[in-house]
């Protein structure tokens, strides 16, 4: 197909597509003639992915560019793609004040409480750490109950990514839902988390029967 038809049939605008070409995000199509070049299905999943990375999930094109180099390196592991995406997610998101060591060695207690196996680099301990000096700074110094809750709903979630993991079929498939998921899995557990803390606050926090019945 030429670049016109991989615009479409992806849904992406042709602008877009040359702009992840120029951008050295795209693999290079099969050169067919002088001035034409071919592509495949592969390119449409690639331009997904790069729209899914970039648009939705807010990356850098920088680190666009590590995760799907990453995902290209057929002999590493799936485990490094998916440290790739987890440093360049946090890269995007966290600040750069660095966490207290108690909020640090809290964290790491609940996750080798709970049988965890993470690496000692794992972005997320700094910025659960950083989460929970927060809290602390406004007075709120989060109980054991607080924090095992959060834990059980993330272990869910994991649970979740990886039964989600299982259905796909090849490598590729595999890990571009890897990939994606990481970033948009934030977005998607923060989504419902709003409306449930809006379900959970009319239970809770009831308003006066006035205010309940004006229109």
Same mark, same amino acid.
């Given at each position: 197909m030429r670049v016109s038809e991989l615009a479409e049939r992806a849904g992406v605008p042709l602008s877009a597509v040359k702009y992840y070409q120029r951008e050295g995000l795209l693999p290079p199509g099969v050169r067919t003639a002088p001035n034409q070049v071919a592509y495949g299905d592969p390119h449409v999943r690639r331009v997904r992915l790069i729209r899914a990375l970039l648009e939705t999930g807010g *990356?850098?094109? @920088? @680190? #666009?560019k590590e995760v799907v180099a990453a995902l290209d390196a057929d002999a590493a592991p799936l485990a490094e793609a998916f440290g790739v995406t987890q440093r360049a997610m946090s890269a995007r998101r966290t600040q750069e004040s660095t966490p207290s060591a108690a909020a640090r060695? %809290? +964290? &790491? @207690? *609940?996750?080798a409480a709970r049988g965890w196996n993470v690496t000692a680099g794992n972005p997320g301990v700094d910025a659960a750490a950083r @989460? *929970?000096? !927060? *809290?602390r700074a406004i007075g709120f110094d989060a109980p054991d109950a607080y924090l095992e809750a959060y834990a059980a709903a993330a272990a869910t979630a994991a649970a979740a990514d990886l039964h989600a993991l299982a259905g796909r079929g090849d490598r590729d498939a595999v890990a571009e839902l890897m990939v +994606? !998921? #990481?970033v948009l899995g934030d977005p998607l557990f923060a989504g419902l988390r709003r409306l449930a803390h809006e379900d959970a606050t009319h239970a809770l926090l009831p308003a006066p &029967?006035? &205010? %309940?019945a004006e229109p």
């Amino acid at each position: 197909m030429r670049v016109s038809e991989l615009a479409e049939r992806a849904g992406v605008p042709l602008s877009a597509v040359k702009y992840y070409q120029r951008e050295g995000l795209l693999p290079p199509g099969v050169r067919t003639a002088p001035n034409q070049v071919a592509y495949g299905d592969p390119h449409v999943r690639r331009v997904r992915l790069i729209r899914a990375l970039l648009e939705t999930g807010g *990356l850098s094109v @920088a @680190a #666009t560019k590590e995760v799907v180099a990453a995902l290209d390196a057929d002999a590493a592991p799936l485990a490094e793609a998916f440290g790739v995406t987890q440093r360049a997610m946090s890269a995007r998101r966290t600040q750069e004040s660095t966490p207290s060591a108690a909020a640090r060695a %809290r +964290v &790491e @207690a *609940l996750a080798a409480a709970r049988g965890w196996n993470v690496t000692a680099g794992n972005p997320g301990v700094d910025a659960a750490a950083r @989460a *929970l000096d !927060g *809290l602390r700074a406004i007075g709120f110094d989060a109980p054991d109950a607080y924090l095992e809750a959060y834990a059980a709903a993330a272990a869910t979630a994991a649970a979740a990514d990886l039964h989600a993991l299982a259905g796909r079929g090849d490598r590729d498939a595999v890990a571009e839902l890897m990939v +994606v !998921g #990481t970033v948009l899995g934030d977005p998607l557990f923060a989504g419902l988390r709003r409306l449930a803390h809006e379900d959970a606050t009319h239970a809770l926090l009831p308003a006066p &029967e006035q &205010e %309940r019945a004006e229109p």
